[in-house]
């Protein structure tokens, strides 16, 4: 008996999905693999980190990076997740014409309590087989920041976890310090 295979969609067949309705305008939805993956809605703890990276890291771009909040990156072309909060090369156009794609890339993180095993489990060997640098995933249900770094096949073969009182910084800008215990404050 052979074993039914699953339809991959690409990247293209997504958008257009998107475009037809098919999708709706407003789904909370990333394409992992080939999958279409259905997002839990933010709570507000969730929400709330994300928008003090999204302070921290605009306050001290000073022009280094551009900041990405929830949007896509092309990975190949059967997965574009959405990072909560992603580090971007900047690009004079402002990535008006394509996503960035990993090459672009200095940091992506995502702050995970329901899509912790998604995240980790899922997006996290995607992001290594692409060669995104550095992913940090903040881990709300055990108060941590999980910092992956050295990307190959199978994920990251460097793996850091910082607590209350541990400062975290991308290796792209080690001058930028995000106080672990500060961010994850209640």
Do not use: C
Request: charged share 30%; net charge negative.
């Amino acid at each position: 008996m052979i074993a039914p295979a699953k339809h991959r969609f690409t990247i293209e067949e997504y958008h257009r999905m998107g475009e037809t309705g098919v999708l709706r305008p407003n789904a909370r939805v990333e394409l992992l693999d080939g999958e279409i993956i259905d997002l839990s809605p933010i709570g507000p703890f969730h929400g709330g980190v994300t928008k003090y990276l999204i302070e921290l890291f605009s306050v001290a771009a000073k022009g280094r990076w551009k900041l990405g909040v929830q949007d896509p990156v092309s990975l190949n072309e059967n997965s574009e997740p959405q990072p909560d909060v992603a580090l971007l090369r900047p690009a004079p156009d402002f990535y008006r014409r394509r996503h960035p794609t990993a090459e672009d890339v200095f940091l992506l993180i995502e702050v995970s309590d329901t899509t912790l095993e998604l995240d980790r489990k899922e997006k996290l060997p995607l992001y290594g087989r692409a060669g995104v640098r550095e992913v940090w995933i903040v881990n709300l249900n055990e108060l941590t920041v999980e910092i992956y770094r050295d990307p190959h096949f199978d994920g990251y073969a460097l793996r850091t976890v910082l607590r209350g009182g541990d400062q975290a910084a991308p290796a792209a800008f080690p001058d930028v310090g995000v106080d672990v215990g500060e961010l994850l404050k209640r």
